[in-house]
């Protein structure tokens, strides 16, 4: 199988590349900001309809993963115009080239199309997003659905790994230096390493369905207490995690209060690593440079 990963250098990307290259598909990989050299990466431009037409008709794939977007949810709502050019037209422009060679679009996006009052949100549930990054990745969803035939919409949440600056890096690194850090006690989610969604994925390939599905992690847990369980996995002083509210973060974004995924439609196929077994394995990348 022929598979274009656009976005291939980002943090789920890069995982998301080494897994298909172990199962031998035939991957392609595309980058933007930061070259890579590497063979199979190619620049794009995804706000380009020309060039990304170009490109993906080019080369033909099966499958078109896109994990490229602008996720900073604070940028996002300070510059709006290139929030909306990379994950609401980027994304149709990738859509209208899938539909173009009758390739299957993966698009990566987010529990933030949630209005978090709730949590443990369904698939079916009402999407209604209270901050502008969760609104672009709506539309980015309505993009796919408007546009391809055969599509995955996959949702997930603090996406986390080991390939580029995540939440999870940033509490290692202050905790490694004895800095304490401030994490927040009122904000729920559904914390997912990119190796269990990439697998997800790769999953729901094998069984070539479509549709929305809740491709996160296993748990709903606070911030704060997913700062705890990562320092005491890797054996850091857990003292130095301290409790705050999202009322005293100087956020420029809203953030909904709980935007938990429920993950059961996933875990007919996959079932959700535990945030215990994710972080042990993230821990043996990071500590003994495995996967």
Not at 67 to 95: L, M, R
Not at 98 to 105: I, L, Q, R, S
Not at 214 to 224: D, K, L, N
Request: charged share 25%.
């Amino acid at each position: 199988m022929k598979v274009i990963v656009v976005g291939g250098g980002g943090l789920l990307g890069q995982q998301l590349v080494h897994l298909l290259k172990q199962k031998k598909f035939d991957v392609y990989a595309t980058y933007h900001s930061e070259p890579i050299n590497e063979d199979g990466f190619f620049p794009l431009d995804i706000t380009k309809n020309d060039d990304t037409s170009a490109f993906i008709t080019g080369i033909k794939p099966d499958v078109v993963v896109l994990t490229a977007a602008f996720t900073d949810v604070d940028a996002c709502e300070q510059y709006k115009e290139t929030a909306f050019s990379v994950n609401v037209t980027g994304t149709g422009n990738v859509a209208k080239a899938c539909e173009a060679v009758g390739a299957k679009m993966v698009y990566i996006s987010s529990d933030y199309v949630f209005s978090g009052e709730s949590g443990n949100y369904k698939e079916v549930d009402k999407t209604d997003p209270i901050d502008y990054y969760g609104l672009t990745k709506l539309k980015g969803e309505e993009q796919v659905q408007n546009v391809c035939s055969d599509y995955i919409i996959a949702r997930t949440s603090v996406l986390y790994g080991a390939h580029k600056p995540n939440f999870v890096t940033w509490i290692l690194s202050k905790l490694e230096q004895n800095k304490s850090i401030s994490i927040v006690t009122d904000q729920i989610v559904s914390p997912t390493y990119t190796r269990d969604l990439s697998e997800q994925l790769l999953t729901l390939l094998d069984h070539d369905v479509s549709g929305i599905f809740h491709t996160a992690g296993g748990e709903i847990i606070s911030r704060f207490d997913f700062a705890i369980q990562t320092a005491e996995v890797f054996d850091l002083d857990v003292t130095l995690v301290k409790p705050t509210s999202m009322k005293e973060m100087k956020w420029v974004a809203k953030r909904p209060k709980n935007s938990s995924l429920n993950v059961s439609k996933i875990a007919k196929f996959k079932k959700p690593y535990t945030l215990e077994k994710s972080l042990g394995l993230l821990k043996k990348v990071v500590v003994g440079g495995e996967g």
